[in-house]
């Protein structure tokens, strides 16, 4: 199977679709998830998305994955961070 490049989730991390659900995402989600789940309050500054959309394989399945609100998740700045050090040491990248 062919690689899709990062073209592709830069076009679609880059609509106008993306960056409304993005902004209706925050506005239904205003506090970070995890620190809410550890008990703090903290402003959340980022959308995640759980099932990363560049490890899809094809344009449509990519699409799919970044505008699926149930795959979204709001983040403060040091926990997008930290999410994303974690998928890279599952995944091997470093």
């Not at 991390?13 to 550890?38: D, F």
């Not at 959308?47 to 979204?72: C, G, K």
Request: overall charge positive; aromatic content about 6%; charged content about 30%.
């Amino acid at each position: 199977m062919r690689k899709i490049s990062n073209r592709n989730y830069h076009k679609l991390l880059s609509s106008g679709r993306w960056r409304e659900l993005r902004r209706r995402y925050l506005s239904a989600h205003p506090i970070c998830q995890r620190c809410e789940s550890l008990g703090k309050t903290t402003l959340a500054t980022c959308v995640h998305h759980i099932m990363p959309v560049e490890s899809q394989v094809t344009p449509f399945e990519m699409e799919r994955v970044a505008y699926d609100y149930t795959n979204l998740e709001a983040l403060c700045d040091a926990c997008h961070e930290e999410r994303h050090k974690h998928c890279n040491r599952r995944s091997g990248k470093n």
